[in-house]
């Protein structure tokens, strides 16, 4: 199994990005992707959550609003589209995917496989 996240940049404060994150060797459609994020020194958060067939969708309050996540299960690849982004948003961004993932509560506790992120800078 896969996962390669992309898209990652340099934008400035309140411009926007789409990160992708392409799977291979797994059955991409019954499986839950999330999008999480990591700054140096800091716990790892729980962006974003699609659950298979799009029918569960999940996001953290810091993003809500702003992030907007997708999935083309025929190219396997989820997407998260950030607009307005602040420099708060900083931080290499990580996509994973688990099969059991329903996007719930807590959805973000345990995932199977996970990608080598991608970086985003915002800058004020």
């Known amino acids: 199994v896969q996962l390669q996240a992309s898209g990652g940049g340099l934008v400035q404060a309140g411009g926007s990005l789409r990160l992708s994150c392409e799977a291979s060797?797994?059955?991409?459609?019954?499986?839950?992707i999330g999008w999480f994020r990591q700054v140096p020194g800091k716990e790892r958060e729980g962006v974003s959550c699609i659950s298979s067939s799009s029918s569960r969708i999940s996001y953290a309050d810091s993003v809500k609003g702003r992030f907007t996540i997708s999935r083309n299960d025929a190219k396997m690849t989820a997407y998260l589209q950030m607009n307005n982004l602040k420099p708060e948003d900083t931080a290499v961004y990580y996509c994973?995917?688990?099969?059991?993932?329903?996007?719930?509560?807590?959805?973000?506790?345990?995932?199977?496989?996970w990608g080598k992120g991608t970086l985003v800078t915002v800058s004020s």
């Open positions: 994973a995917a688990d099969a059991m993932v329903r996007c719930g509560s807590r959805w973000y506790e345990f995932m199977a496989y």
């Open positions: 060797g797994l059955a991409f459609d019954i499986y839950g």
